[in-house]
């Protein structure tokens, strides 16, 4: 059974930091990601990697401030200099097959989600 579990949430103040991780089992991925949703808004691209060589990819909004980082478990999202706007539901993503590059930010890509995890920002 492929279970994605995430975990590492939590209220931060702003410029702080939080690193998230998905658990991963029952399958060997070749692309996995993090999308983030607010109330009332589709879920939103952050980051992706892609196996074999595939690369990483990250959302302009959280470039330079956020890294993806993987092992044999599953992946990390270490998210530095936090901003009030990054607090949402942040959620793990997967597919067993590479995603191409020009699809890597749609959640529509993706097969397999955790229940996901609240990231919240304030002072």
């Known amino acids: 059974q492929i279970q994605l579990v995430e975990s590492g949430g939590g209220l931060v103040q702003p410029g702080g930091s939080l690193r998230l991780s998905c658990a991963a089992a029952?399958?060997?991925?070749?692309?996995m990601a993090w999308f983030r949703q607010t109330p009332g808004k589709e879920r939103e691209f952050v980051a992706a990697f892609r196996a074999n060589g595939g690369g990483t990819y990250y959302a302009d909004a959280v470039k330079g401030r956020f890294t993806f980082s993987r092992d044999n478990t599953g992946n990390y999202l270490q998210m530095d200099s936090l901003k009030p706007e990054d607090t949402a539901v942040y959620y793990c993503a997967a597919k067993t097959n590479r995603v191409i590059l020009s699809a890597l930010r749609f959640a529509s890509s993706y097969t397999y989600w955790g229940q996901g995890t609240q990231v919240t920002v304030s002072s």
């Open positions: 029952g399958a060997s991925f070749g692309t």
